[in-house]
């Protein structure tokens, strides 16, 4: 069982404690992060397509590309199939297209995690097998991190939950030591923010952006 797992199977509290098991349904979260990156990906305007984003190798075309990339794959997890079957890019998509592309994956998302029963099942992740509860957590933090991404490329202030924003940081915290950046893990260094700074800045932080 790697960190990722244990952190939804027997999460801790700030001190260290184990907890009692989440009382909450991961897919809610991971319903609540496709629902808002597709909001925030309909209100992106074509003079915006060549501004540069919070993540340096994605300027707003390419991350809106990405971004509908990730929805599809996160369906085809779900279904267990290979997640590298989905290119990182949605490239046949024409600029502009990409909130139009987006419904379909959504919806299809919603239909592929359905059924409770995909929490408890190995799923494969590019970064290794994981039960199904583990990967809605990873793909809620993508997909946040990601909406943030273009929501400050184009000057969008989404309507964050900051319920939900403190569970992805509860798990990616343990999940993504500050030590383990490079290499493997595409993360750039943790940026030092105030502690009672907003949650969004304080996950966003987390994964090497700045605020």
Not at 179 to 205: Q, S
Request: aromatic letters at 6%; charged letters at 25%; glycine letters at 8%.
């Amino acid at each position: 069982m790697n960190k990722t797992e244990q952190l939804i199977e027997t999460p801790s509290d700030s001190t260290g404690t184990v907890a009692a098991p989440f009382s909450f349904d991961p897919r809610t979260d991971l319903a609540a992060a496709v629902e808002l990156a597709g909001r925030t990906l309909a209100a992106v305007r074509p003079e915006q397509y060549d501004a540069p984003t919070p993540c340096e190798e994605f300027d707003v075309r390419r991350l809106s590309s990405h971004l509908v990339a990730v929805v599809r794959r996160i369906s085809v997890i779900g279904r267990g199939e290979d997640p590298f079957s989905v290119p990182s890019f949605a490239d046949e998509i024409a600029d502009g297209a990409w909130a139009a592309a987006w419904v379909p994956g959504a919806r299809e998302v919603a239909e592929v995690w359905a059924d409770p029963g995909i929490l408890g099942l190995q799923l494969r992740l590019p970064m290794g097998v994981l039960p199904g509860a583990a990967a809605a957590a990873v793909y809620t933090h993508e997909l946040t991190v990601h909406t943030w991404d273009l929501a400050r490329a184009t000057g969008q202030d989404p309507d964050w939950d900051p319920a939900l924003i403190e569970r992805v940081i509860g798990v990616v915290r343990r999940a993504l030591p500050a030590e383990t950046r490079g290499g493997r893990i595409p993360f750039a260094e943790v940026v030092a923010v105030d502690p009672e700074a907003p949650a969004i800045d304080r996950l966003v932080a987390w994964a090497g952006r700045r605020p």
